[in-house]
């Protein structure tokens, strides 16, 4: 059995595994981040540093998400640093059966490398991603450049 947080994004729903989720916060509108991508909200502080605000509904959809009160970023690991992803609701943790999991197919051209399976729940499905493989290796280098850059500002 695995544990799910289960989140609304550009009105589908999706799950992280509970173990790569830091903390969920509350949404703050975070400080751009000049020539950055799309996805890319900016920075907000965070426990004594900066965290970097990623819009998933920006990243997947190429749109940004509707505003709602309901707002969350949820903070996870990423390549060994934390980063948050704004989504529209978080809808809870689930328990999820090994059986009740549909591994994605990376044959068909539905699939992406970051979608890790699909969770069947009645008539809807709610996709599992993968976070380490979510940003191509060029949006790798921006995110990693952006954190080290707001590092040397707030040092300098």
Same mark, same amino acid.
């Given at each position: 059995?695995?544990?799910?947080?289960?989140?609304?994004?550009?009105?589908?729903?999706?799950?992280?595994?509970?173990n790569n $989720?830091?903390?969920?916060?509350? &949404?703050?509108?975070?400080?751009? %981040?000049?020539?950055?991508?799309?996805?890319?909200?900016? /920075?907000?502080? &965070?426990?004594?540093?900066?965290?970097?605000? %990623?819009?998933?509904?920006?990243?997947?959809?190429?749109?940004?998400?509707?505003?709602?009160?309901?707002?969350?970023? $949820?903070?996870?690991?990423?390549?060994?640093?934390?980063?948050?992803? /704004?989504?529209?609701?978080?809808?809870?943790?689930?328990?999820?059966?090994?059986?009740?999991?549909?591994?994605?197919?990376?044959?068909?051209k539905i699939?992406?490398?970051?979608?890790?399976? &699909?969770?069947?729940?009645?008539?809807?499905?709610?996709?599992?991603?993968?976070?380490?493989?979510?940003?191509?290796?060029?949006?790798?280098?921006?995110?990693?450049?952006?954190?080290?850059?707001?590092?040397?500002?707030?040092?300098?």
């Amino acid at each position: 059995m695995k544990q799910f947080l289960i989140f609304t994004s550009n009105r589908q729903q999706f799950a992280l595994e509970i173990n790569n $989720i830091s903390k969920i916060i509350e &949404y703050i509108v975070p400080r751009e %981040i000049p020539e950055s991508s799309d996805f890319v909200l900016g /920075v907000i502080p &965070y426990n004594e540093s900066i965290l970097p605000v %990623i819009s998933l509904s920006t990243r997947l959809y190429g749109e940004d998400s509707e505003l709602s009160q309901e707002r969350k970023v $949820i903070v996870t690991l990423w390549k060994g640093k934390e980063i948050g992803f /704004v989504v529209e609701e978080i809808v809870g943790i689930r328990t999820v059966e090994e059986s009740d999991i549909e591994p994605s197919n990376k044959e068909l051209k539905i699939s992406r490398d970051y979608i890790e399976g &699909y969770i069947k729940d009645g008539e809807s499905i709610i996709i599992i991603l993968e976070i380490s493989k979510i940003f191509s290796v060029d949006q790798e280098k921006e995110l990693l450049s952006m954190e080290l850059d707001q590092e040397d500002q707030l040092v300098g």
